[in-house]
């Protein structure tokens, strides 16, 4: 047999292997409200060659590609367990098994990672929590798309509305808005079916009823009419930041207020992963800061708590947005007026100062500045830091390469060592930022990270993580991940 045979043979076993996977993830998922990931990565509703992309791609951050023959047999013992719901990542069983070395059956071995989630200490699964859009753009609709995609067993939770303008509804709005959630320019095709029910203004998303309110005004929506009942709004608008703006939200039917822009005055700024914690349970109101920021102050809590960090400087290389124009015509900010798909534009970005609010123990000064290129989505962060101790760029490759496997933040922070990765590569990433490992340079005390951020799809998982998490949704992971 040559080894263009032998290699297909392996080829052919492997997709077996990975679609009798997809059986298995889904049950536990609809079910028992598991989700089963690989290495941070979600394998629920993924295709046979998702799967196995998933796996190869393992050895980008772990040095090692990981075979579904490795993973399947920890999957089929999932499924033999009483699972409450949770999250599993089979990639970190398989590494932890593989050191350990008291000679555990994969059945024991995987029996005792995960008993946090079995029998008595099981969370119970909850009532699913209403979630309420407003505004339904470019991060709206992205959201939008995360809720009905994470809807699973029904539990968790579930979008009941999103409110839009209704001054002057036109003709067909409804299916025209529906159509801008079915199709994305960048980020492809929704992953389900929609329809229409113009005669009740609904829009059923893979079986979600997702009512439509028409409202100019927070003020004129009583949202117990529709049946929503302790809601969290998300405010995807950016028209008001503070908190007697978003006040103008609790109205009755909603008990809390997300905004996905920096927030102003004593809103909270949260960053998932860094401060999530932070946040008080009868905290009403509260911000998700910006992409930038979610791409930013998760490595600089990973530099900070390992090196120290006296002060720094980001640069951030942005795509445009639909608040520049797409010819050059008027604008209230400076340079933005310009033609985005034309230019590359310097503007400001808050991103820096809103650092603070994320992480108020860093002393450290830092600044910042941002050039919108004509890219329509994926950004770069370059941040510049001045350490207090000295190290290698060898101890920090292999330092945030660990942080991005096993560390609390491995949802934030990803990790790719591809030589000729690009910006678009990353469309589509959850992580909040991904560190460009070819890119890290270190001179001494002086460290400067390349961080690549999907500005809108990595930024709206940040988002749902927020929501999950002050929700009560948000379900522990295993194995369990040394603080």
Request: glycine share 8%.
């Amino acid at each position: 047999m040559t080894v263009n045979d032998d290699s297909f043979t392996n080829w052919m076993i492997r997709e077996e292997i990975a679609e009798s996977m997809i059986p298995l993830i889904g049950k536990l998922h609809r079910e028992r409200d598991v989700t089963v990931l690989l290495h941070s990565r979600s394998l629920v509703n993924k295709s046979v060659v998702s799967i196995l992309k998933t796996h190869r791609f393992a050895r980008q951050i772990a040095g090692a590609e990981l075979s579904v023959t490795e993973t399947m047999p920890f999957l089929q013992a999932l499924t033999t367990l009483d699972l409450g719901p949770s999250q599993i990542d089979l990639g970190m069983l398989v590494n932890r098994y593989q050191a350990d070395e008291r000679g555990l059956s994969v059945e024991e071995f995987t029996a005792e990672a995960v008993a946090g989630a079995t029998g008595a200490n099981k969370i119970e699964r909850r009532e699913a929590r209403d979630v309420v859009l407003y505004g339904f753009g470019r991060i709206g609709r992205l959201v939008a798309r995360l809720l009905i995609e994470k809807a699973g067993s029904g539990n968790g939770l579930r979008l009941r509305a999103i409110v839009v303008r209704g001054g002057g509804r036109a003709a067909e709005d409804l299916v025209k808005r529906a159509s801008l959630l079915r199709r994305d320019s960048i980020h492809g095709q929704f992953q389900g079916t929609i329809t229409v029910d113009e005669a009740s203004s609904t829009i059923v998303a893979n079986g979600n009823a997702i009512k439509v309110i028409y409202a100019d005004d927070p003020a004129a929506v009583d949202y117990t009419e529709y049946g929503i009942r302790d809601a969290i709004l998300i405010d995807n608008t950016g028209k008001w930041r503070d908190r007697e703006g978003l006040s103008k939200h609790l109205r009755p039917g909603i008990e809390k207020v997300v905004l996905t822009a920096p927030g102003k005055g004593d809103v909270p700024n949260i960053v998932h992963g860094v401060n999530h914690d932070t946040v008080k349970p009868d905290e009403q109101i509260l911000s998700c800061a910006s992409c930038t920021t979610n791409a930013i102050v998760p490595p600089l809590k990973a530099m900070e708590d390992e090196y120290g960090v006296l002060r720094g400087h980001v640069e951030t290389v942005h795509s445009f947005t639909n608040d520049q124009n797409l010819l050059d015509n008027y604008h209230k900010s400076e340079r933005r007026g310009r033609s985005a798909p034309l230019n590359m534009v310097i503007t400001e970005t808050g991103a820096a100062s809103a650092v603070a609010k994320a992480l108020p123990d860093l002393k450290a000064k830092i600044s910042g500045s941002s050039i919108r290129v004509p890219v329509p989505d994926v950004s770069i962060a370059i941040l510049n830091l001045q350490l207090a101790r000295e190290t290698t760029r060898e101890e920090v490759h292999d330092y945030l390469r660990e942080v991005s496997l096993t560390s609390p933040l491995k949802r934030q922070i990803d990790f790719i060592t591809a030589p000729d990765a690009v910006s678009s590569d990353f469309i589509g990433s959850r992580h909040a930022s991904i560190v460009d490992a070819g890119a890290l340079k270190v001179d001494g005390d002086n460290a400067i990270l390349y961080l690549w951020y999907d500005n809108e799809f990595g930024y709206s998982c940040q988002v749902v993580r927020v929501v999950q998490h002050v929700s009560g949704v948000e379900y522990p992971t295993f194995p369990a991940t040394a603080v």
